[in-house]
């Protein structure tokens, strides 16, 4: 029997220094999503496929794709052939981590396209690597300049398909203070989108 790797991200998430929900995964589910992947639970994205839905961490401001939960898709389902990369993860903003190769030869890492700058931006981590930096405390640090005073609760009443679209934009001079923008639920998939066609426009992808 193959030695899992979800005991040493079990671990981790038991002491997150915030808070983290393990989605219930489906047997049948994670079992398809593993075989599309052509991956085992020996590396740390088969474990987290296997044996969770999906992993929510810091008041739901962090979905980390798994198997697949009622209002997030599974991992497999996040392939961009044309474009080499797999999104492991979404946070509310309507970012998006993506584990790609940067070139050929090189190790995959996982790299961030943010709402602030709209750009992808290599994080040189794998995703082993990167998944423990977030469960560790990484993400108080990592978001500070997205963050306004009494998110927690408000991202919280999010649902899991819904991200926050704000008006102005993170990325424009006057939405950078995310206190005193306009900020409604709207769904994840559209906040994506949203970003990307504006990165586009703007000649950034």
């Known amino acids: 029997m193959e030695r899992s790797a979800w005991s040493e991200i079990s671990a981790l998430v038991a002491a997150a220094p915030y808070p983290v929900e393990v989605l219930p995964a489906d047997p049948q589910r994670a079992g398809a999503c593993l075989a599309a992947l052509e991956i085992t639970t020996r590396s740390w994205l ?36 044309e474009a080499g990369r797999l999104v492991v993860a979404f946070d509310v903003m309507g970012g998006q981590f993506a584990w790609l190769q940067a070139e050929p030869g090189a190790r995959p890492t996982v790299h961030y396209f943010g709402p602030e700058d709209l750009t992808w931006q290599d994080l040189e981590l794998g995703y082993g690597d990167w998944l423990e930096a977030m469960l560790a405390g990484a993400m108080t640090k990592f978001y500070e300049t997205l963050r306004w005073p009494g998110w927690e609760g408000e991202v919280a009443s999010v649902a899991l398909d819904q991200g926050i679209h704000t008006l102005p934009p993170p990325w424009t001079r006057e939405g950078k203070d995310l206190s005193a923008v306009s900020r409604k639920p709207i769904r994840l998939a559209e906040l994506v989108s949203v970003h990307q066609e504006f990165a586009r426009q703007l000649g950034l992808l």
């Open 46 to 81: 088969g474990a987290v496929v296997a044996n969770s839905g999906g992993l929510v961490i810091d008041h739901g401001w962090l979905r980390v794709l798994g198997g697949g939960h009622d209002g997030l898709r599974d991992v497999a389902a996040q392939i961009v052939p």
